[in-house]
């Protein structure tokens, strides 16, 4: 009775063994798991998301759900793994994700946009005037951040007239943090008003409501976005030694990308050319297209781009749903 006992025992024992080593080569998705996305709030972010969710969804037959939240809480939910997938990290940026990655807790990946910058713009006009516009330079020598203390009253605030206005990333977004910083290592705080508006949106409109009426406006900005083929602006430069060329990986919880090495290689060779990436933001604001929509439209219309992030068998199957 004993060695019965013993052997079913043994049987039991192995069988569980059997069922957990079936679930892990059955793979993320296959075993029920959703891959839960961060509910980016800009718009190369939203595109790179649903894209991305399309082709996981499509071609892998993956589960997919996007939790909503600002950059920072969304980033410490990717090192507890709430979420799997922050789709457009700018790596470096953030403390919160440098902690995660020191402690091993996320993992960036791949290179979804290359060449993407940001920086401190003014418009053009503002350094060199437009005479088809009839305006004249009220900046002619602006060239570096480090100017800016005597050009205060050429970007005014109007509600602080003695200060000028520097119009900063929405409050909760990791560059609001950055530039506050900023202004205090150039000395600007007691000659700008740090403004945040309340979302991208708002900020998109204060730039383009300058710009067309050919007012003076200096503002954080940065590249993939629609807004830079609608205005000209220009850099300013920074202290030597500073590059403002932004890394961006797709950053992935540590669990996931143990866990879901099948789903990761398909992550990692995400890459949207920068220009048909501007072209396509532009499209969604002009065409006011939301990203779900243009997503697929993007996907359909450019299958020599994605194409070789994935297997044959999931191209086939991405192709037949759109």
Request: glycine share 8%; charged share 25%.
């Amino acid at each position: 009775m004993k060695i019965k006992k013993n052997a079913l025992c043994t049987l039991f024992v192995a069988g569980l063994l059997a069922s957990a080593g079936a679930t892990q080569a059955a793979g993320w998705c296959e075993s029920g798991k959703p891959v839960k996305f961060a509910g980016l709030n800009w718009e190369s972010g939203m595109l790179l998301t649903e894209i991305m969710q399309v082709v996981l969804d499509k071609g892998y037959d993956c589960k997919v759900d996007t939790l909503p939240g600002n950059s920072i809480a969304m980033e410490n939910a990717l090192g507890t793994n709430d979420i799997q997938v922050f789709a457009e990290e700018w790596v470096g940026r953030s403390e919160v994700w440098n902690k995660a990655a020191a402690a091993g807790k996320v993992v960036g990946i791949g290179a979804p946009v290359i060449d993407a910058i940001e920086g401190w713009y003014v418009p053009r006009y503002v350094i060199e005037g437009d005479a088809k516009r009839k305006l004249q330079a009220k900046a002619p020598d602006l060239k570096a951040i480090s100017d800016l203390p005597r050009y205060a009253s050429v970007f005014k605030d109007q509600e602080e007239p003695g200060k000028g206005r520097f119009y900063n990333c929405p409050a909760g977004w990791t560059c609001e943090l950055d530039n506050s910083e900023m202004l205090k290592s150039y000395g600007l705080e007691s000659s700008y008003t740090n403004f945040r508006p309340g979302t991208g949106p708002a900020l998109d409109a204060a730039i383009l409501s300058s710009y067309k009426r050919g007012e003076p406006i200096l503002t954080y900005y940065w590249s993939p976005t629609p807004l830079m083929g609608q205005v000209d602006l220009v850099r300013l430069e920074e202290k030597a030694g500073v590059n403002k060329t932004i890394e961006i990986k797709v950053g992935v919880s540590k669990a996931f990308h143990e866990q879901a090495p099948e789903l990761i290689a398909v992550l990692e060779k995400v890459n949207l050319p920068i220009d048909l990436l501007n072209e396509n933001l532009g499209r969604m604001a002009k065409e006011r297209i939301e990203a779900p929509k243009l997503a697929k439209i993007f996907l359909k219309e450019h299958p020599q781009v994605w194409h070789s992030w994935v297997s044959e068998d999931a191209a086939k199957k991405i192709d037949a749903s759109l």
